[in-house]
């Protein structure tokens, strides 16, 4: 059974860093896209960033270019994303997912395992 476990979430304020970490087990990682998600209270989880199966492929969303990068490690089974120079509006919880394909996609409905999520809070 596939397992993802975030970390790396915490509160920090505006302009600050952080790096979120995903480990996961239970499935063919080095065959797999992953993404992250978020989710602020009150709205819909949405799509952040995603990768390829062998990380040559990356993909953001436009609230995130330029500010968030997401990389892998597929001898370590992790992946991870940076997010520099943070917003108040970025603050929500972030999930990562493992996809059904090994081609980076953004859509919400060709993920199959989540993980539980980590908190990120940006202070103003």
């Known amino acids: 059974q596939a397992q993802l476990t975030e970390s790396g979430g915490g509160l920090v304020q505006a302009g600050g860093s952080l790096r979120l970490s995903c480990v996961v087990s239970?499935?063919?990682?080095?065959?797999?896209?992953m993404g992250w998600f978020r989710q602020a209270p009150g709205k819909e989880r949405e799509y952040v960033a995603t990768i390829a199966w062998n990380g040559q492929s990356t993909y953001y969303a436009d609230a995130v270019k330029g500010r968030f990068t997401i990389s892998r490690d597929n001898a370590e089974n992790t992946v991870y994303l940076q997010l520099n120079d943070l917003k108040p509006e970025d603050t929500a919880v972030y999930y990562c997912?493992?996809?059904?394909?090994?081609?980076?996609?953004?859509?919400?409905?060709?993920?199959?395992?989540w993980g539980q999520g980590t908190q990120v809070t940006v202070s103003s």
């Open positions: 997912a493992a996809a059904k394909t090994a081609v980076a996609v953004s859509t919400p409905l060709l993920y199959e395992h």
């Open positions: 239970g499935l063919t990682f080095e065959r797999t896209a």
